[in-house]
């Protein structure tokens, strides 16, 4: 068995997520650091001010400023990264546009589920088996607002 040990360097988190592949902290500032797949220390990945909540998969994360806005980083097979196209990003650069006002982002082993502040869930990536919820098995690289069945 491991012994929890504290991470070096960081002060002030206010949230973590963890996944398969990295840990990303997000700092009471704003900030977002990450650390894991054989990288260390944390390094900050996003400057102060950017981020007020932060998400993750399985080799994908997520962050979005206090308006909402969308960024996501990392492996992007089946479009998990709701860009457009399939191809992985190491930095968070990439803005996914189809969504605005994003309350809460996370992801799984290959797609990803965001809530905005209308109350819509948003899905894309990976749909092998069905999980993007829109009755399909097609792979979605952009985000889809799904229908809840029962909503009015």
């Known amino acids: ?13 206010i949230d973590v997520a ?23 220390p944390p390094q900050e990945i996003l400057k102060a001010g950017s981020s007020s909540i932060i998400g993750q998969g ?8 206090k308006e909402g806005k969308l960024w996501s980083w990392g492996l992007n097979r089946n479009g998990q990264l709701g860009i ?4 992985d990003k190491i930095m968070p650069v990439n803005e996914v546009k189809q969504i605005t006002g994003v309350v809460s982002v996370s992801g799984g082993d290959g797609h990803s589920v965001a809530l905005d502040k209308e109350g819509n869930v948003w ?5 092998e088996y069905g999980q993007l919820g829109d009755g399909t098995n097609i792979d979605k690289n952009i985000p889809e607002k799904l229908t809840i069945i029962g909503k009015k």
């Open 18 to 40: 963890g996944a398969t592949g990295s840990i990303i902290a997000l700092n009471k500032d704003g900030s977002v650091s990450e650390w894991g797949g054989g990288e260390a």
């Open 123 to 127: 899905t894309w990536g990976s749909n």
């Open 1 to 13: 068995m491991k012994t929890p040990t504290k991470v070096k360097g960081l002060t002030g988190i």
């Open 58 to 65: 399985n080799f994908h994360s997520f962050a979005a400023n």
């Open 84 to 87: 457009g196209e399939n191809v």
